[in-house]
Each structure stands twice: as C-alpha cells, then as structure tokens.
Nanobody, 118 residues
Framework: QVQLVESGGGLVQAGGSLRLSCAASGTIFSASTIGWYRQAPGKQRELVATLTNGGITNYADSVKGRFTISRDNAKKKVYLQMNNLKPEDTAVYYC????????????WGQGTQVTVSS
C-alpha cells in the first residue's frame, strides 16, 4: 500500500514561486513513475509534470520553462518547483504515483491548494 502526502501549497502573487513536496510511503517508490496533476474549479484534472524512474520528464506545455519536477528516492519524496506563477496556475495540485508489475497501480495524494493572485 502506498500513501502520498502533499505539502507546500499556499497563496502567492503572480510572478512568485512555490515548491510543492510529496512524501510517499511503501517500498516501490524508486521503481515508480511519479507526477503532479492539478484541477482548477470547474475543470478536469490535468497533467502538470511526470518523472519516470529512469529520469524521463514530461511537462504540460503551459508550465514548460517555469516548473521543474524532481525526486529524491532515498527520502521517497517528489518535488515541484514552480516559478513565475500565473493566476491560471491556481488549482488543487495532486501528487501521483504509478508503477507496473503485472498491471498498472496508481495512487493519489489528497491534494494541496495553490492560489496565485494577480
């Protein structure tokens, strides 16, 4: 069983920065693909960034050049550094972990609110 706990959200002015953290439990962290998703009010949840266990990253076009995803396998943590934040980045941000054995297993955190004021 995997549990994910996000932290680091808050209120920031446009142009500011935040760093989200996600702490994972369980033994499969280093073998997993981890990522961040977000959901704004009235919108569907969308991918922000993912990072495979092999180091391959994928970013939404809207955050490329502003957000950076990273992981610390020893600490079982994943981070999202968010710079030059915009009001449209306002959303609940969710940590996600996926790993494959004989099928895909997916886990979600409870989410952390990020609000960017103009």
């Amino acid at each position: 069983q995997v549990q994910l706990v996000e932290s680091g959200g808050g209120l920031v002015q446009a142009g500011g920065s935040l760093r989200l953290s996600c702490a994972a439990s369980g033994t499969i962290f280093s073998a997993s693909t981890i990522g961040w998703y977000r959901q704004a009010p009235g919108k569907q949840r969308e991918l922000v960034a993912t990072l495979t266990n092999g180091g391959i990253t994928n970013y939404a076009d809207s955050v490329k050049g502003r957000f950076t995803i990273s992981r610390d396998n020893a600490k079982k943590k994943v981070y999202l550094q968010m710079n030059n934040l915009k009001p449209e980045d306002t959303a609940v941000y969710y940590c996600n972990l996926k790993y494959y054995t004989t099928s895909w297993y997916t886990y979600w955190g409870q989410g952390t609110q990020v609000t960017v004021s103009s």
